[in-house]
């Protein structure tokens, strides 16, 4: 979805190594939702986010969302091989309508 | 917690079978919706229900049709199935209260020869 932008399209990271996924809009986000996906199965859903600021934390991930409310960020700390997936934002956009960003593709290299 | 539940993981047709995949979840959920998810294009929404006997055309609903007979329960027909329509089908419910998440099944990684 051009709605939202997702960067990088794919990441490759030594296992022990921090990365960070980004998430874009040029639209107010109201709701910012963070997925995993393994390869072949289902989304599962991680955090969402709503206040401009919010920041939240699972294990070694955080997710962030910028005090304008226009952009997210996905940070892992010390990944490891469990990590690997494809990492996908959503949102509730203004308008009432959701949409999707096109993925990252993380692999990490034990 | 939520449950989303696709009745095949896996499915091989023919082309020009009726083809249903079938979604239940079992959150009481408002909304559900039906994506595909194919490389380099992302996930793809093909039709909505924001409640039961109500459908609306996401945005490549062509080939497909839907039907919500009851609320827990989302099915997505492909009427004649093409090669085409090979793809991962992904189903998900979210509830009808502001900024919730969408919960998503296992998903069905449908082949159509």
């Known amino acids: 979805s051009q709605e939202l932008e997702q960067s990088p399209q794919s990441l490759i990271v030594q296992e022990g190594k921090n990365l960070t996924i980004n998430c874009t809009s040029s639209?107010?986000?109201?709701?910012l939702y963070w997925y995993k996906q393994k390869y072949g199965e289902g989304l599962i859903f991680l955090m969402m986010l709503q206040k401009g600021g919010e920041e939240k934390s699972h294990e070694k991930i955080t997710a962030k969302l910028d005090e304008k409310k226009q952009q997210s960020s996905l940070h892992i700390t010390a990944s490891q091989p469990s990590h690997a997936g494809i990492y996908l934002c959503g949102a509730d956009i203004q308008g009432n309508q959701f949409y999707f960003g096109t993925g990252t593709s993380l692999t990490v290299i034990p | 917690d939520v449950k989303v539940t696709q009745s095949s993981r896996y499915l091989v047709k023919r082309t020009g079978e009726k083809v249903f995949l079938e979604c239940v979840q079992d959150?009481?959920?408002?909304?559900m919706f039906w994506y595909r998810q194919d490389p380099g294009l992302g996930l793809r929404l093909i039709y909505f229900?924001?409640?039961?006997?109500?459908?609306e055309k996401g945005d490549i609903p062509e080939g497909y049709s839907v039907s919500r007979e009851k609320k827990e329960r989302f099915s997505l027909i492909l009427e004649s199935a093409s090669t085409n329509q090979t793809s991962m089908y992904l189903c998900a419910s979210r509830g009808g209260v502001t900024n919730q998440p969408q919960h998503f099944g296992d998903g069905t990684r449908l082949s159509i020869l």
């Open positions: 639209k107010t986000l109201y709701g």
């Open positions: 959150m009481d959920h408002e909304n």
């Open positions: 229900s924001y409640d039961v006997k109500m459908k």
